[in-house]
């Protein structure tokens, strides 16, 4: 009734509102204990399936986000956070089969937004870069990649971005909580609560395409491409600067300032690089058709530069690294792109590159 009445979607709103204002209630108090009632409000749509539907009910026409969805995807991810396996994947499946569930909407709304910060990267950035150039320069590495495509200053920044980009890490998140789920129930495949539905999760994921007819993981190395451009990274406090190749070859000094070509801040743009090659591992494990898919759109030099300590980014250097060990798992074609990649500089104490005698 919540969901299909036609006043259900203003109360639904009403109630994301409230749960929203009372997020940080303490214990023992009538905010706490309203916020209490909210939740369980939203936890029964959940366990009735409805997940995805509401999502869809306090939508805006034009808007790639509001900000009830964005706390309605914050529930879904506490709730996920917070139950077993087997109760998360039930919960989140129709009768009807993976293709019709909540894992639909978060793919289709992962889709949307990644879509969204790409396009509005590219116009901050003034250029479009095509898909399947990528650059490893920030890493200190040396590809054949032409370096005139480093950022330029910004040309036209959307307010609305950073929000997209919150929106994304809590999809990215809800999407993990799932998989990583999917796979705890394929670990007791024999019990007879675990259908085999709930095994086909991670090759849904994997074939799942846009209605552009992008590829999930083509679209996380684009993504992850362009936030590492136009994200400043923030290590031990310091911003720091992206770095030109050609000024190093050239014999000159880089990296001796904190200034950066991307944005200013990084508000708002928290845990996204993280949470995202977060994922690109986990669909990369023991998956061959992916690791190919990855090294053809170019995206092995995009994780390489992941590899180091983001401070905006916790943990993104681990996760970073255990997405490049599955990609090169029993992978020679991949490990020979690593192998080709010779470094033409080193990181000094002050965290800044410098060339090579």
Known sequence: MLISHPRGPRLCISILDRLNSLVDAEDSTEEYQAFSIGYQIFARIVEQGLVSQMYAAIAIDDEVITPQQTTMLKLLDSYLQHIPHDIALSNLETNQGVGN?????????????????????????????????????EAGFNSESDSSQEPQSLQELDLLLPKVCEALVLVTQCVISLT???????????????????????????????????????????????????????????????????????GEKAGETTASNGVSSSVGFSYVKRDLVRLLGILSSNNRGVQDRVRACGGIPVVMNLCVVDDQNPYMKEHAILALRNLLHENKENQAVVHEIQPVGRWDEYHNLQSIP
């Open 101 to 137: 569930s909540a894992i639909a909407m978060l793919t289709y709304a992962f889709f949307s937004l990644s879509t969204f910060a790409r396009e509005a990267m590219q116009r901050a950035l003034g250029t479009t870069i095509p898909k399947g150039e990528r650059h490893s320069d």
């Open 180 to 250: 990583l789920s999917a796979e705890g129930a394929g670990a007791i495949s024999n019990s007879p609560s675990i259908t085999p539905l709930k095994m086909t999760l991670k090759a849904f994921l994997t074939g799942v395409t846009s209605t552009g007819g992008e590829g999930l993981v083509e679209s996380l190395i684009e993504t992850l491409h362009l936030l590492d451009i136009f994200v400043p990274r923030i290590t031990f406090g310091r911003v720091v600067q992206r770095t030109n190749l050609g000024n190093i070859q050239n």
